[in-house]
């Protein structure tokens, strides 16, 4: 299963919002999108999920272009969690994972003991079974967020595109659901604006800058003192540890070292691991 982006070009209200972008998911892997916000993420993502159609160039999904495939077969090898899910609110949260499940049914195709069981593990992956019954507009952010990523693993997709997955949730959740999307059988690609979570979890990464793609390759490769002062304009020091990872310590300004090392106690330091 692959997904391509040729050359691809967006405009919207008049003006150019992505150019020129190229890039192949490949198979199995976790592809990070960072830039700062308004670069491209979000529209790119809806361009790789065949939401919106480039102005030119195209998006080739096995090697056909997303646009000529029917959406119930792009939902059942690709699905999309897109920055702002909304789901209707009368429904349960396990509900909407439930529609996760939308592309297989059909007057043929039943719900069946199958589809519960898949629902069930998806329910359990994202840790929320035990609000399963819950009314979606009694839930708070982070559980709803989760309920997003669990109806699009309901879906059984083979390439899996998150828009911002951590948004709302605190820390224990953001890393859980980090590694569990790296853990799955899936290709992933997800924009991401914590640097040191991207080069944690990401096997690449692609940096997103004013519509266009300035860099792609392994977290250290991308992630340099010089890219992050002139992608997103913060001093920052990278360490490269033994493991082929790298944690990156920022500088607000007018500081000469960085917050971590200022030897006040408080130290807010989040330490990337091993990239694999
Ligand atoms: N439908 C639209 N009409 C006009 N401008 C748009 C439209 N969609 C996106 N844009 C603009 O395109 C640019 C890129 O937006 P996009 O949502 O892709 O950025 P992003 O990198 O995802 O940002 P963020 O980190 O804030 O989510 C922004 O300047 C945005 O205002
Ligand atoms: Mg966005």
């Given at each position: 299963?692959?997904?391509?982006?040729?050359?691809?070009?967006?405009?919207?209200?008049?003006?150019?919002?992505?150019?020129?972008?190229?890039?192949?998911?490949?198979t199995g892997e976790f592809l990070g999108i960072i830039g700062p916000n308004g670069s491209g993420k979000t529209s790119l993502m809806a361009l790789l999920a065949g939401i919106?159609?480039?102005?030119?160039?195209?998006?080739?999904?096995?090697g056909v272009p997303i646009t000529a495939l029917g959406r119930r077969e792009v939902s059942?090898?690709?699905?999309?969690?897109?920055?702002?899910?909304?789901?209707?609110?009368r429904i349960t949260a396990r509900q909407a994972v439930e529609l996760g499940r939308t592309p297989y049914l059909g007057p043929l195709s039943p719900w069946s003991p199958e589809d519960d069981a898949i629902v069930e593990a998806a329910l359990r992956n994202v840790d929320m079974t035990h609000l399963s019954g819950r009314?979606?507009?009694?839930?708070?952010?982070g559980e709803r967020q989760r309920l997003h990523i669990g109806r699009a693993l309901a879906q059984q997709p083979k390439i899996l595109l998150l828009d911002e997955p951590t948004n709302h949730l605190d820390i224990g959740h953001q890393i859980g659901l980090l590694d569990l999307v790296r853990r799955q059988d899936l290709t992933v690609a997800a924009a991401l604006h914590d640097l040191?979570?991207?080069?944690?979890?990401?096997?690449r990464l692609a940096v997103m800058q004013g519509g266009r793609l300035v860099a792609l390759g392994a977290p250290r490769e991308v992630l340099t003192t010089e890219r992050i002062r002139d992608v997103f304009g913060v001093e920052a020091e990278i360490d490269h540890e033994s493991d082929g990872g790298c944690f990156i310590r920022?500088?607000?300004?007018?500081?000469?070292?960085?917050?971590?090392?200022?030897?006040?106690?408080?130290?807010?330091?989040?330490?990337?691991?091993?990239v694999s």
């Open positions: 299963m692959t997904l391509s982006a040729r050359n691809v070009s967006w405009t919207a209200g008049g003006a150019e919002i992505l150019r020129d972008v190229s890039l192949d998911v490949r919106r159609k480039p102005k030119s160039g195209e998006v080739l999904l096995d059942r090898r690709l699905a999309l969690v897109e920055q702002q899910a909304e789901t209707g609110e009314l979606w507009h009694t839930l708070s952010g040191n979570h991207a080069a944690m979890f990401c096997d920022y500088r607000a300004a007018g500081q000469s070292r960085p917050a971590s090392r200022r030897g006040n106690g408080a130290r807010l330091e989040t330490v990337a691991g091993g």
